[in-house]
């Protein structure tokens, strides 16, 4: 047993002749928020696709809550509350903003959606509740005014918001945020970050990958580098900073 949230062990995923992800051991605890950085191509996204299964490893083992996730499907990885953006969005052009966050949240349905389908009054409760669940979240994040525009319609920023609010509507326990600042104007990415600071404070266990070094080194209780698929260093900003390993990864090993 392990006191890990999340763990990982002798984790490692090849393309061709390439090694994207290759990590002996890597845990995460409960209610931290650890940003994981690295430069391009060191594996962060493939380390994500892994654990939450959009990709199959080629060995090891990952586990969430003590349970071996290591080959189950990516939905049934979120019911059991770890869910996760992209790095190039996903949401739905064709729909509203609303319409995303209810097909979201009905998404990763559950027992209760099940039972409400046979009784249609709580049917009609339960539609009623994601609606008033996806309002207060369009509140928080700015973006109620935008509930029946098309997502097409959102600038690049305003789509990673709408990301994250299809992610917090299914209430989960850990978030993996794939670069959420990318491409986002500064006031916008100002407002993303104080509202993963805030889903941190109420206790949801946050990793987040995140070239913004500013932004990481601000809101990060740990961070964890990695460089050609390893893990290269681990420890709380100040000791990131001052990290020779992580210098030589991001500056090349000629530069001082
Ligand atoms: N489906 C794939 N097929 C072949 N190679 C891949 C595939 N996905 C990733 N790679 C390679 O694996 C390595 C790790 O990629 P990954 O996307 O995980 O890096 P990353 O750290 O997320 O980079 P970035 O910061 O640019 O997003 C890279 O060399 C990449 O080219
Ligand atoms: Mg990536």
């Not at 940003?35 to 994500?48: H, L, M, Q, V, Y």
């Not at 994040?141 to 098309?150: C, G, K, Q, V």
């Not at 990958?209 to 390893?230: T, Y």
């Amino acid at each position: 047993m392990s006191n890990s949230l999340i763990e990982v062990n002798n984790l490692k995923k090849t393309f061709g002749g390439l090694t994207a992800v290759d990590i002996k051991q890597l845990g995460f605890n409960k209610g931290q928020l650890t940003s994981i950085i690295g430069p391009n191509g060191a594996g962060k996204t493939t380390f994500f696709d892994l654990i939450s299964g959009f990709q199959n490893s080629d060995s090891g083992d990952i586990h969430l809550k003590n349970k071996d996730i290591s080959n189950f499907q990516p939905y049934k990885i979120a019911r059991m509350g770890m869910v996760r953006t992209f790095q190039l969005t996903k949401v739905f052009d064709r729909m509203t903003v609303l319409e995303n966050l209810l097909f979201s949240g009905s998404e990763i349905s559950n027992d209760s959606l099940f039972k409400s389908v046979i009784k249609s009054k709580s049917q009609k409760k339960y539609e009623e509740n994601l609606k008033d669940k996806a309002k207060n979240i369009m509140e928080d994040l700015n973006i109620l005014h935008m509930a029946d525009s098309y997502a097409r319609e959102l600038s690049g920023g305003q789509k990673k918001l709408l990301e994250l609010a299809r992610s917090i509507i299914n209430e989960p326990e850990i978030l993996l945020l794939d670069e959420p600042l990318a491409g986002v104007n500064p006031k916008l990415a100002e407002e993303i970050l104080s509202l993963i600071k805030k889903l941190s404070n109420e206790g949801i266990t946050i990793l987040m990958v995140e070239h913004n070094i500013e932004a990481v080194m601000k809101i990060s209780e740990r961070i964890v580098v990695l460089a050609e698929g390893s893990l290269i260093a681990d420890g709380n900003p100040n000791e990131i900073r001052t990290d020779r390993n992580v210098i030589e990864a991001y500056l090349g090993k000629d530069n001082d």
